[in-house]
């Protein structure tokens, strides 16, 4: 069985202060790694898709790396705006196309 | 960009009621989904679609029910409402073809069941 699973739940961290995410994962053979951004009340937006090991993605403060087993989101001098729900998902190849997701980590930035 | 429209933010219905809530996306993608996600539990899928007119149950279809007559549009329905169906409601959609498999969601439905 698929497995996702996200450490920590939660997170408070001080504006500047640099940290990661883990996303842990068991799949198949893997299609894709997929990371997004969930608000309080509002859907999931999706920030990056990562395929093969190595591969390292980045957008404004973050950055996503793939391994063969984990994913980790690395937040850099990270602002009050980067709170919220990080979410990570895999996708196994053949078959359905259903992702499985972890639960999530809740990120707090303190100013 | 892709969009996937849900089309209320917010719904509030009576126990028993027969509720539908619609979505729609506009990059022609083979595959929707719909969620609820509830504290604590993440998100659970309730079903799948991966063409027009076919579908597959997901992890919670019970008390619920889906129609896909087109490919842009998915629609969930509660038979009949109940309070413990009172959730976030997430559709989604994805595409088989070519090497972009990710999944774009659409802003939510908060339903309230009293």
């Known amino acids: 069985e698929d497995q996702v699973t996200q450490s920590p739940e939660a997170l408070r961290l001080q504006e500047g202060e640099s940290s990661s995410l883990n996303c842990s994962y068991t799949?198949?053979?893997?299609?894709?790694l997929f990371w997004y951004r969930q608000d309080p009340g509002k859907g999931p937006e999706f920030l990056f898709t990562l395929y093969s090991a190595g591969e390292e993605k980045e957008k404004e403060r973050l950055k996503a790396t793939l391994t063969k087993k984990e994913s980790f989101l690395h937040i850099t001098a990270p602002k009050p705006e980067d709170s919220a729900t990080y979410l990570c998902?895999?996708?196994?190849?053949?078959?359905?196309?259903?992702?499985?997701f972890g639960r999530g980590t809740s990120l707090i930035v303190h100013p | 960009d892709v969009k996937v429209t849900q089309s209320s933010r917010y719904l509030v219905k009576r126990t028993g009621e027969k509720v539908f809530l619609e979505c729609v996306q506009d990059?022609?993608?083979?595959?929707m989904f719909w969620y609820r996600q509830d504290p604590g539990l993440g998100l659970r899928l309730i079903y799948f679609s991966y063409d027009v007119k076919m579908k597959e149950k997901g992890d919670i279809p019970e008390g619920y029910s889906v129609s896909r007559e087109k490919k842009e549009r998915f629609s969930l329905i509660l038979e009949s409402a109940s309070t413990n169906q009172t959730s976030m409601y997430l559709c989604a959609s994805s595409t088989t073809g070519g090497s972009s498999t990710e999944a774009f969601f659409g802003q939510g439905t908060r339903l309230t069941v009293v």
């Open positions: 799949v198949s053979g893997l299609r894709g």
């Open positions: 998902a895999a996708l196994a190849s053949g078959g359905s196309y259903i992702p499985t």
């Open positions: 990059m022609d993608h083979e595959n």
